[in-house]
């Protein structure tokens, strides 16, 4: 690149460390007691580290070792890293969902970066909500900003079998539930399903989210695949280090990287490696930061000219680090060429078509060839009807075909808890032909949409052989999770949508191909319905939680805070 650059009197940070008032005198006398000498940072670009490294969140947990890489290579380019410790998101431990919080770690992100002496930033995540929230953040300062994901952690293992994350959790659970397996064999899986640093190694949401990263051109070539544990992983890091630095001085913004082109090229990416419903939410409400309008409908048109290439569980075979092998993202994007905007920027190159120039695929059963996809079109369906007059999606490969299209009658549960306590109650008499739905686990009924989507089967269908049925509800559904669920339905029960209006005996009607939801009940029916309709009680009174539920957009808009997506200025902290 031969972009102009910038005069070391020109750094944003520059205002707090270089002009002759008693607050730069006191900026560098602070700096001397952190232990650096003036040439160690003045006049150089300062890049921070937003780490959401934690004891508590084993995807993550490589990532202090990480940091450290990512500081050499901002040395070596002649920065000035400094490391911002940031809340930390656990999909697995962070209750009632880390969804709860991804608005959170986004203002953290957006505050940090805009009140500190920042030039650029380096992101280091990837457990799911993660990746959105520091690109939402970072995005709404607009610096420039490299995004280093966690990386997957390796394959799992038990006896013969390679395990993937969620995915054989959940099938396990079942197999004991069903009394296939016992106290034994479980114990034998508690060790072998996740073996190292990383996070969820399936395409689920995380790696879902950090190859979209990588397709909207923010991290450095070929990083979202690298196993977290293989050295690769820290040569990566360093890597980015080095990059940001020149991306400081030639003043390459993050907006001049996520545009409209970047976005629509992330979602024919998900969809196209048959990712996780969550992208869906997650792009939605990135875009809007990104001040780019991207809606259902975009996700809907472009998986009709996308089909399923990666050939990766829940929806096919392989894990994260056979797709690494094959190729990792350069290799797949490089067979989606014709769908993809190839002359817009990435964060390493002028352009994506230079960035993929020689990318090869290595394995073609994995990353496989145009003319021998997995699907024939990408891999999450939007639905409209009577049931979601704003939407619902459905990741149609990772369900049993014959239910695609399937009427039935609903059985409703009212809550989580009440579908907990009742499902395997024999009283209920359920076959496999019945519609579970599940409502108020919406945004703002959950609150904060749980991944409650993947309704349990009852135990004694399970018996029988049932291992899928149509299941729906306003919740999400984790990103390695499988079946026959319509999620994220909008309007969302708790605000008074169709869905809080659905009956026990209700038929539902599912047509997959005609993206179609609908309740067979009549309009006077519902209205009368609706008429006795009474919102349910208010879960927060107070703190965090009720300002999520007062400010929580709707799943179609991507669950962002109302304040946070409206258009507007925000002052400079700096007054001089
Ligand atoms: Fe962190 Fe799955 S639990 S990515
Ligand atoms: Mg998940």
């Known amino acids: 690149m031969t972009a102009a650059r910038i005069a070391p009197e020109e750094l944003r940070s520059h205002q707090w460390y270089g002009t002759d008032g008693l607050r730069s005198f006191s900026h560098r006398a602070r700096t001397r007691q952190l232990g650096y000498l003036p040439e160690e940072h003045l006049g150089k670009p300062v890049v921070a580290i937003l780490n959401t490294w934690s004891d508590i969140n084993p995807c993550h947990v490589h990532l202090r070792e990480r940091a450290q890489a990512v500081k050499r290579g901002v040395w070596q380019a002649g920065g000035f890293p400094l490391e911002f410790p940031v809340s930390t998101l ?25 009140s500190y002496p920042v030039d650029g930033a380096v992101l280091l995540g990837g457990c799911d909500k993660s990746t959105p929230a520091l690109l939402m953040g970072a995005a709404s300062v607009d610096l420039p900003t490299v995004f280093v994901p966690a990386g997957p952690m390796l394959p799992g293992h038990w006896r013969n079998e390679v395990l993937g994350s969620g ?29 190292s640093p990383g996070h969820c190694m399936t395409m689920g949401t995380a790696s879902t989210l950090t190859a979209a990263a990588e397709a909207l051109g923010v991290t450095v070539p070929g990083a979202s695949s690298i196993p977290a544990v293989d050295s690769g992983h820290d040569r990566m890091a360093a890597r980015s280090g080095l990059r940001i630095v020149e991306l400081v001085w030639q003043q390459r913004k993050l907006s001049e990287i996520l545009t409209a082109e970047a976005y629509e090229d992330a979602v024919a990416t998900v969809l196209a490696l048959g990712g996780s419903t969550n992208a869906v939410i997650h792009l939605i409400a990135m875009a809007g930061r990104s001040g780019i309008k991207l809606t259902l409908d975009d996700f809907d048109r472009i998986a009709r000219t996308v089909p399923v290439l ?15 092998f094959a190729g990792g993202l350069p290799g797949f994007l490089a067979r989606l060429t014709d769908v993809l905007h190839l002359d817009r920027p990435t964060v390493a190159h002028d352009t994506l078509r230079e960035q993929l120039d020689g990318a090869l695929v290595h394995d073609s059963d994995v990353i496989r060839e145009r003319d021998h996809p997995l699907a024939d079109e990408g891999g999450v369906a939007v639905l409209r009807g009577n049931l979601c007059p704003d ?33 395997n109650d024999p009283a209920l008499a359920l076959t496999a032909d019945h519609v579970l739905v599940l409502r108020n686990a919406g945004p703002k009924g959950g609150p904060g949409m749980p991944e409650y989507g993947m309704l349990p089967i009852p135990d004694y269908l399970l018996k029988q052989g049932v291992r899928d049925m149509v299941r729906l509800s306003d919740a999400r559904m984790s990103g390695t999770s499988y079946g026959a669920c319509v999620l994220h339905i909008a309007p969302e029960s708790y605000v008074g949508g169709p869905l809080a209006l659905v009956r026990t005996g209700d038929l539902i009607t599912l047509d997959v191909e005609a993206r179609r939801l609908d309740l067979g009940v009549s309009d006077e029916e519902l209205t009368r319905r609706r ?11 107070r703190g965090y939680g009720a300002l999520y539920q007062d400010q929580i957009t709707q799943a179609d808009t991507g669950c962002d805070f109302a304040f946070l997506a409206r258009p507007g200025e925000v002052p400079d902290p700096y007054a001089g």
């Open 531 to 541: 008429a006795e309709w009474t919102p349910p009680p208010q879960r927060y009174e």
């Open 167 to 195: 995915t054989d959790m959940w099938k396990y659970w079942d197999d004991k539930r069903a009394g296939l397996i016992g106290d034994c064999e479980m114990g034998e899986l508690e060790n072998g399903l996740a073996r």
């Open 391 to 423: 939407g619902a999606v459905i990741k149609h490969i990772a369900a049993e075909p014959h239910l695609l299209r399937h009427t039935g009658p609903a059985v409703v549960f009212d809550d989580y808890k009440e579908m907990q306590r009742t499902i």
């Open 310 to 324: 990666a050939n990766l569980r829940p929806g096919g075979k392989y894990l994260m680090e056979d797709f690494h």
């Open 90 to 114: 656990s999909e697995t431990f962070q209750k009632p969902t880390p969804m709860l919080y991804r608005n959170m770690l986004a203002m953290e992100t957006e505050e940090l970066l805009r």
